[in-house]
T-cell receptor, first 111, second 115 residues
Framework: TQLLEQSPQFLSIQEGENLTVYCNSS?????LQWYRQEPGEGPVLLVT?????EVKKLKRLTFQFGDARKDSSLHITAAQPGDTGLYLC???????????FGAGTQVVVTP | EAGVVQSPRYKIIEKKQPVAFWCNPI?????LYWYRQNLGQGPELLIR????????DSQLPKDRFSAERLKGVDSTLKIQPAELGDSAVYLC?????????????FGEGSRLTVL
């Protein structure tokens, strides 16, 4: 059983469309991170959010941390084929240095 | 700056055979992680080292898996004997714990196929 539930599991969209993926838990996290993983590679960190209600923007990507620090969302505006990948959220609890990952959302953006 | 280096990238073995994976973390990173990732799933923590001490190995199947991190730098993960269900990608990551948040840097992974 995953501590972090991600939805949807799979998302296929056309280039130029918008998308949102979600990461939910019943646990409170001291920080939450989003990673993107491409085939044959390890996950690469996109962003870290630490404050409830925090919103961070990274070009066309917008990340939000829930007020209660239990959930997060990732919104991509005008998706491009280069956004294709497995998006993983990871939460850090009170145990310093311990990150637990969700199962991921596979995003496919077709030209 | 060199990233996390893992080897081998790919390994195919028959069940009951032993296998070992090696990881060289980013220089200066005090914490090293081994994760297992099954196809279409997120990484699952096997073991976490702070320097040379294993501080979290609760998810490591100790009957067949072992790990070591000598001198607090490189690490080796061993499986003996391997089972069919061990087929997965084994990811090594490192971080510098002590900052306000933990950010992991991953290697490319070692893909294991057990026949």
């Amino acid at each position: 059983t995953q501590l972090l539930e991600q939805s949807p599991q799979f998302l296929s969209i056309q280039e130029g469309e918008n998308l949102t993926v979600y990461c939910n838990s019943s646990s409170v996290f001291s920080s939450l991170q989003w990673y993107r993983q491409e085939p044959g590679e390890g996950p690469v960190l996109l962003v870290t959010v630490v404050t409830g209600g925090e919103v961070k923007k990274l070009k066309r990507l917008t990340f939000q941390f829930g007020d209660a620090r239990k959930d997060s969302s990732l919104h991509i505006t005008a998706a491009q084929p280069g956004d294709t990948g497995l998006y993983l959220c990871a939460g850090e609890t009170d145990s310093w240095g311990k990150l637990q990952f969700g199962a991921g959302t596979q995003v496919v953006v077709t030209p | 700056e060199a990233g996390v280096v893992q080897s081998p990238r790919y390994k195919i073995i028959e069940k009951k055979q032993p296998v070992a994976f090696w990881c060289n973390p980013i220089s200066g990173h005090n914490t090293l992680y081994w994760y297992r990732q099954n196809l279409g799933q997120g990484p699952e923590l096997l073991i976490r080292y702070e320097n040379e001490e294993a501080v979290d190995d609760s998810q490591l199947p100790k009957d067949r898996f072992s790990a070591e991190r000598l001198k607090g730098v490189d690490s080796t993960l061993k499986i003996q004997p391997a089972e069919l269900g061990d087929s997965a990608v084994y990811l090594c990551a490192s971080s510098l714990v002590g900052l306000s948040t933990t950010e992991l840097f991953f290697g490319e992974g070692s893909r294991l196929t057990v026949l």
